[in-house]
């Protein structure tokens, strides 16, 4: 069976099944990736978390690496995490809004 | 080379000001090591349930206990085992994982927290051993182990603090609890050795008073406080409203807290005046918890979190009756004197009590989850937080503990035995359903939940999002 292409969709959807336990949305919803990139089977991708010292920081980039290397084509990820800009709830999606409660911003 | 956003609905603002490439994190450290290894502060946290529910125990066999005054040798043994069983065994493991978490920085040493429990719990069961036989100078020999491993405690979190250049009002607030915490232990040991060998002179209730003040309101209310202006914006998506009345509400209550402790001392009329500068504190600390709601994203707000807030706003009914009770003129009767027993339940028990059992809800399913998911995290399907437990025990043990708290305060002002075994009751009652959510909580320890993903397909959807907890 010949290997699905890497498209953004594909990353996005496999990125949604990384939960950020506390708030309990996945991170992609939630607006935690800023960008993604790919060249040459490594995949880079840039996140932010919800407040600086979250105790989830290193599991959750973790479980970002951990899932992206489940793709095909991809046998090298760059997770990194950056607080410039800061996470904002104007940063979800319409759909982590209405699954977190979180008001229009 | 593919190069991707995310949808037009989650597309970054950039921050007027800032540059819009995204810049590394200037704090590689990795947070989850920052806090203390999971296993010490669950430690902290089951001896703080056990020593809970040996003290709602006694008050169920022993409800005298509360319908008389409370200067008595088992009420004293009890309130010990109560504030340093269970208040101070969970604050002390909260803060070793808080601390590094707010300041976004490394506990010093993971080592002389192990020391610092084995002091803390010979120390605090000896103690109340000592007290309920009034053996002052055993007291006094537990009571130096104790104050030994209050030592490490404060060294540890002194040291964890000064890795911090800048001074938060966190970390103010900290400082000023380490500050109050040594100073009460401090007091403690002085209270003991000079009635064990009566080379000072204190009004013996005076004294206790104001020990008990320095460390309720000195350590306690303000660790809730200060943790309070992190973890209140972080769980309902706000932030701080106003540094600089944050700032002064810890400032304030600092002055306050001083003086009163010297005005209770010594008996002196200036205790109502003192009264009032620790009110003014807490109603900035109000006026910037109800700021930081107002502006919150979450309009839910969790279980865990109505704990808190509850407990924050017992500081309402407190500050009056602390206000009538440093009244000097107050007419000495015998409901009078049972309010003090009233202000220190509602102290120790609602407000103390409450906002703990709300952290716990926060705390210990992290803790677990932790132990048992994090290295799960997109290798499988795991639960988030709020699935660790049942929120319809959270919400029975919450109403539980309200009715057990209004009756047995009712019950202690008018000495009604039966209405405070009552009211004792029901506190047992709403620990026991806690205990029965730490259970549920806890067997993720032992047999964690993870379930392979469903299979991947190439469209993207949002159905992978799970139900709002």
């Known amino acids: ?105 | 080379m593919m190069e991707a956003l995310l949808p037009k609905s989650a597309v970054i603002e950039p921050t007027p000001g800032l540059p819009k490439t995204a810049r590394p994190s200037a704090t590689p450290n990795l947070a989850v090591m920052q806090a203390a290894a999971v296993r010490l502060p669950l430690c902290f946290v089951l001896t703080g349930v056990m020593a809970l529910l040996i003290s709602g125990g006694v008050l169920l066999a022993q409800p005298d206990l509360l319908a008389m005054y409370h200067y008595t040798p088992h009420l004293i043994a009890m309130t010990h085992l109560f504030v340093l069983g269970f208040i101070c065994s969970i604050v002390m493991g909260a803060m070793y994982q808080l601390v590094p978490v707010t300041l976004e920085t490394q506990l010093f040493s993971e080592k002389l927290v192990k020391f610092q429990f084995a002091a803390h719990v010979i120390g605090f069961v000896g103690m109340v051993w000592a007290f309920w036989n009034f053996n002052m100078a055993m007291v006094g020999a537990f009571g130096s182990l104790l104050t030994l491993g209050v030592g490490l405690f404060v060294c540890n979190l002194a040291c964890t603090l000064a890795k911090v250049k800048s001074w938060k009002v966190i970390k103010f607030g900290i400082a000023s609890a380490l500050f109050w915490l040594s100073a009460t232990v401090v007091a403690g040991l002085i209270l003991t050795t000079a009635k064990c060998w009566n080379f000072i002179s204190f009004q013996p209730l005076a004294a206790m008073h104001a020990h008990a003040h320095l460390g309720v309101v000195g350590v306690f209310v303000m660790m809730i406080v200060t943790v309070s202006y992190k973890l209140v914006p972080m769980f309902t998506l706000s932030e701080l409203q106003s540094e600089r009345r944050a700032w002064w509400s810890v400032a304030v209550l600092n002055l306050g807290l001083l003086g009163a402790f010297v005005a209770v001392l010594l008996q002196s009329p200036l205790k109502l005046v003192f009264a009032l500068v620790i009110t003014v504190g807490f109603v900035l600390y109000g006026l910037e918890i109800i700021a930081i709601l107002r502006a919150r994203n979450r309009r839910h707000l969790d279980w865990g979190m109505k704990y808190s807030l509850t407990a924050i706003a017992l500081l309402i009914p407190l500050s009056i009756l602390a206000l009538v009770l440093s009244w000097s003129w107050l007419p000495m009767t015998a409901v009078t004197m049972q309010l003090e027993s009233v202000y220190g339940l509602l102290g120790l028990f609602g407000l103390v009590g409450l906002a703990i059992l709300g952290m716990l809800y926060k705390i210990v399913p992290f803790l677990v989850w932790f132990h048992s998911y994090s290295r799960h995290i997109g290798l499988a399907k795991i639960p988030a937080l709020a699935d660790m437990y049942s929120v319809r025990l959270q919400i029975a043990g919450y109403w539980t503990f309200l009715a057990g708290l209004a009756a047995l305060s009712l019950a202690t002002t008018w000495s009604h035995e039966s209405g405070i075994r009552w009211g004792g009751g029901l506190l047992v009652l709403s620990v026991a359903i806690f205990a029965l959510n730490l259970g549920k909580i806890l067997a993720h320890f032992v047999r964690p939940k993870v379930e392979p993903f469903a299979k991947k397909t190439n469209s993207a959807t949002n159905t992978l999002c799970p139900p709002n907890p």
Request: charged fraction near 20%; aromatic fraction near 4%; glycine fraction near 8%.
């Open chain 1, 1 to 105: 069976m010949p290997a699905k292409p890497l498209t953004d969709e594909l990353v996005l959807e496999t990125l949604r099944q990384v939960i950020d336990p506390e708030i309990g949305c996945n991170i992609v919803d939630l607006g935690l990736i800023y960008r993604h990139a790919f060249r040459a089977g490594k995949l880079t991708v840039t996140m932010t978390l919800t407040t600086p010292g979250c105790p989830m920081h290193d599991s959750i980039a973790e479980g970002v690496k951990n899932i992206l290397l489940t793709l095909e084509g991809v046998t090298d990820v760059e997770v990194e995490v950056v607080w410039d800009p800061p996470w904002h709830p104007s940063m979800m999606t319409e759909v982590g809004r209405a699954m977190t409660g979180v008001q229009n911003v």
